[in-house]
């Protein structure tokens, strides 16, 4: 029997050099699809579509399977050279400084679906190329649950795919910086209803960092869900997508997202993004278990009641 | 019989024209001392402590004085003008610009305590020079249940003295920037715990604006509360005050703050501010009902649950 995945995921595989003020950290397992299957993969079966080079270190596919995440659908391009991005957070913990992005094997990026993975009841679209997020979207039929993140990047640069691609989605990431800009509304109430009513989607999951998030429903439906407490933030790359796989391995146990579970999936969110940037790269996710997840969620139920 | 306020409060009154992106109000009421009892006034009785000139319009007074405060303690100085402040907040919704400040009679306060606000179960120190703080704290005897504010300007102008207020007091008020600036702590949640650290009150109000509020107290207990979604911020100058007005008007009517009930009194500081924010000077008071904020408490436990 073939493995059908909860979520299908699809993003980028990336070697990070990310220096904060806790050190400089090379060559680390990174992006969009690793941070999002590594947080998701402690409640939900996950199947993975991403490119790598013949570089990448075979520890790193060995985490991901040991964590259950499928990688059939994760291409390996014989004499080719994995993405790598390196940057740092030396003034802003909240924003990243890149120093050099080379796309490599990312660059010609096609992602192909494995036939099972088009069976799964989610779809989670990481921060790719909105014309690649599409045909993803498109390729997946319209039954399934179709979740996206984006980044600033292609605000500016693919503004027109991107729209389409809100238009079809049921569920929107997004965080501040990028609401603002797309929306170009200095008020995040605002610019939440504004892109609510444009596309209307489900729901919009607004990342506010350490600052929480905001869920905007329709008909107004809004939630303000803060973040966990966390001093010692050694490394937030990634914490965006963690967050979706806290929300979307919420979704896997618990249905789709509807007006009463949506502050408690947020949790689940939050509670994988606060773990995430206490260590580099996804190291706090190696002894992390669903328990301890819980515990902070009940932690977090607490910190606004 | 004479009056005795649930709160005897003591801080500036001013006439200020401050500009937004709404427009410019002229020699419009405000004040530290004004914004917080006029907001604390829907749930206690309030004794202002002040100064104005004899510029200062009987309209004002009489808008109090109608909202049932107190004003024997209000010194009115012959011949001389009221505390004029101009500012506006056309870059950052956040932070004023501040263009002009008139002292005037406000550079030679020495706050008087009426006999019978002696007996005011609350003291509320808004933010003065942090030595007429703690000459008044020091009048009104330690019974009294002590909350003060102070300003990012006395942190660096007066810290010594600042210190002093922060150890007598049983409540600190403080906004982000402040107990940043204060602390040399870029983690909100470091600084909140240094000061608990340093001067151990019962509880540390961290005020975060747009992204709501954080309570720290003794023994790492710690609270989110999120803000009200407000789209039309006219004119913030005054939110922090009305936080604290409405946050000491629910103790006035509940009793001290202990742990089970701080996140509720939190909600009621962060209604008044979001109704305040909503129009210039104290306008949005003007027509205000406890039944309305009520109802925004519970919109705001809504909120996050």
């Known amino acids: 029997m073939s493995f059908i995945p909860d979520i299908t995921a699809v993003g980028s595989?990336?070697?990070?050099?990310?220096?904060?003020?806790?050190?400089?950290?090379?060559?680390?397992?990174?992006?969009?699809?690793?941070?999002?299957?590594?947080?998701?993969?402690?409640?939900?079966?996950?199947?993975?579509?991403?490119?790598?080079?013949?570089?990448f270190p075979k520890e790193h596919t060995e985490l991901l399977k040991a964590h259950g995440i499928d990688l059939e659908g994760l291409e390996v391009v014989p004499g080719a050279k994995t993405f790598r991005w390196s940057g740092s957070y030396l003034n802003d913990v909240n924003a990243a400084d890149t120093h050099c992005t080379m796309l490599n094997v990312f660059a010609t990026f096609e992602p192909k679906i494995p036939e099972n993975y088009r069976k799964a009841?989610?779809?989670?679209?990481?921060?790719?190329?909105?014309?690649?997020q599409m045909k993803v979207m498109e390729e997946m039929g319209s039954?399934?649950?179709?979740?996206?993140?984006?980044?600033?990047?292609?605000?500016?640069?693919?503004?027109?795919?991107?729209?389409?691609?809100?238009?079809?989605?049921?569920?929107?990431?997004?965080?501040?910086?990028?609401?603002?800009?797309?929306?170009?509304?200095?008020?995040?109430?605002?610019?939440?209803?504004?892109?609510?009513?444009?596309?209307?989607?489900?729901?919009?999951?607004?990342?506010?960092?350490?600052?929480?998030?905001?869920?905007?429903?329709?008909?107004?439906?809004?939630?303000?869900?803060?973040?966990?407490?966390?001093?010692?933030?050694?490394?937030p790359t990634?914490?965006?997508?963690?967050?979706?796989?806290?929300?979307?391995?919420?979704?896997?146990?618990?249905?789709?997202?509807?007006n009463d579970n949506?502050?408690?999936a947020v949790r689940y969110g939050t509670a994988m993004g606060s773990f995430l940037v206490t260590a580099f790269s996804i190291d706090a996710f190696r002894d992390l278990t669903l328990a301890k997840i819980e515990e902070r969620v009940e932690a977090l139920r607490f910190l606004s009641k």
């Open 13 to 55: 595989m990336a070697l990070d050099t990310v220096t904060t003020r806790f050190g400089t950290h090379k060559d680390c397992l990174g992006g969009s699809a690793v941070y999002f299957s590594m947080s998701a993969s402690f409640q939900a079966k996950v199947g993975l579509i991403g490119v790598v080079g013949d570089d």
């Open 121 to 132: 009841k989610t779809l989670f679209l990481a921060n790719i190329l909105p014309s690649l």
């Open 143 to 235: 039954s399934c649950y179709k979740v996206c993140d984006t980044m600033n990047f292609y605000i500016n640069s693919a503004r027109d795919e991107l729209e389409k691609v809100f238009e079809k989605a049921d569920v929107i990431f997004m965080n501040d910086g990028e609401a603002r800009m797309f929306t170009d509304c200095p008020n995040l109430i605002t610019a939440g209803k504004k892109i609510m009513e444009r596309f209307s989607p489900e729901y919009l999951l607004l990342k506010k960092g350490e600052h929480g998030a905001l869920v905007f429903g329709r008909n107004g439906f809004i939630k303000a869900v803060p973040a966990f407490p966390t001093e010692k933030v050694v490394d």
């Open 238 to 258: 990634g914490a965006g997508d963690s967050f979706a796989g806290g929300v979307l391995g919420f979704i896997a146990r618990n249905g789709r997202l509807n």
């Open 262 to 264: 949506v502050t408690e």
